[in-house]
């Protein structure tokens, strides 16, 4: 199990290439995903605040959803890395998952 320590958390907080490629990723994905649904909505002549609210449920939705794939993905890989017993990452070598979550959730 995966346990933060303060030290470890303040350190990684920083935004570094990995998680300027998940924003983007993020982003694109909830934008297309967004405007197909608010598409269908129009095409189907429903009344404009029944598409605002579907539209900001769709995309609080996808911000919870993202992150904590994110988070579950990051947190598998701390955990197959430690079971291996070697780091497969270049660089600092630790991620946190709350950081990538937090970095997707800010997106």
């Keep these: 199990m995966w346990v933060a320590c303060p030290a470890q958390t303040l350190r990684s907080d920083r ?3 990995e998680s300027i490629r ?3 990723f ?4 909830g934008a ?3 405007m197909a649904l608010i598409a269908g909505m ?3 002549t429903l009344a404009s605040s029944v598409i605002v609210l579907a539209g900001s449920i769709n995309a ?3 911000v919870l959803s993202m992150s904590m794939g994110t988070y579950l993905s990051s947190q598998a890989e701390r955990d197959a890395i430690a079971a291996n017993g070697s780091a497969s990452r270049t660089g600092s070598g630790a991620r946190s998952p709350i950081r990538d979550a937090m970095v997707m959730a800010g997106a």
């Design 42 to 44: 129009i095409g189907a």
């Design 22 to 24: 998940e924003v983007v």
């Design 26 to 29: 993020g982003v694109e994905d």
């Design 32 to 34: 297309v995903q967004n």
């Design 15 to 17: 935004l570094g290439p």
């Design 60 to 62: 609080i939705a996808g």
